[in-house]
């Protein structure tokens, strides 16, 4: 018996598997993820994981993403998350809105979408990066508008609904979405849904 035999398993694959871990939430999840206190010399967000992920093996039918997308895909999945959770854990905690941490989420999502389109190189690829695209558009606009409400002295509302954020169609909207793209990505499997649409 050989106890030198050598696993199939690529630093690639235990990426994606670490990344699948943090990402694949459904959106019962989401709602207990909580970011730490940042300091200056930390930029990481930890998150508590209290769910476990799970991916539909049997649907896996679409064209192959390329290996590099999906890690970049992966990233930009996490940076999303980030900031869809800070903004989701200030409103149902009744916290003022942090804008410059919202900025910085902001930032750094669009790094890291930048980062996914220039690893993009195949229709695939680019078919799910629109769908990316599309995240980072509607977590841009809630963000936008709950700083606005905040502006005009409208986010009392939100802050004192215990339905608050189960009736926030954009918020909604990009937790269908995140709920979506995480396993998509993590299977490296494009599939067609139209919940970043």
């Known amino acids: 018996m050989n106890c030198n035999k050598k696993t199939s398993s690529s630093p690639w694959y235990a990426a994606v598997i670490v990344f699948s871990l943090l990402l694949l939430l459904p959106a019962g ?3 207990q993820t909580e970011p ?3 300091d200056a010399n930390n930029d990481s967000v930890v998150v508590n994981v209290l769910a ?11 064209p192959a ?3 590099g997308f999906v890690m970049a895909g992966l990233n930009t999945m996490s940076a999303l998350r980030n900031w869809q ?13 942090a804008e410059q941490w919202l900025i910085e989420d902001s930032n750094t999502a669009s790094d890291r979408l930048e980062l996914a389109a220039q690893a993009a190189s195949t229709t695939a690829d680019r078919t799910a990066l629109g769908d990316l695209k599309n995240q980072y558009r509607n977590l841009q ?4 508008q709950l700083i606005e409400a905040k502006q005009s002295l409208q986010l009392a509302q939100l802050y004192m ?11 909604q909207k990009t937790v269908e979405c995140a709920n979506f793209l995480a396993p998509m ?13």
């Open 29 to 31: 999840a989401l709602a």
């Open 36 to 38: 730490q206190d940042r």
């Open 52 to 62: 476990a992920a799970q991916v539909d093996s049997g649907d896996v039918a679409g």
């Open 65 to 67: 993403l390329s290996k």
């Open 85 to 97: 959770s800070h903004l989701a854990y200030m409103i149902r905690n009744g916290y003022p809105l």
């Open 141 to 144: 606009e809630w963000n936008d």
């Open 161 to 171: 609904s215990p339905e608050g954020l189960k009736n926030d169609l954009l918020f």
């Open 185 to 197: 990505l993590a299977s490296g499997r494009l599939r067609e849904d139209n919940a970043c649409r």
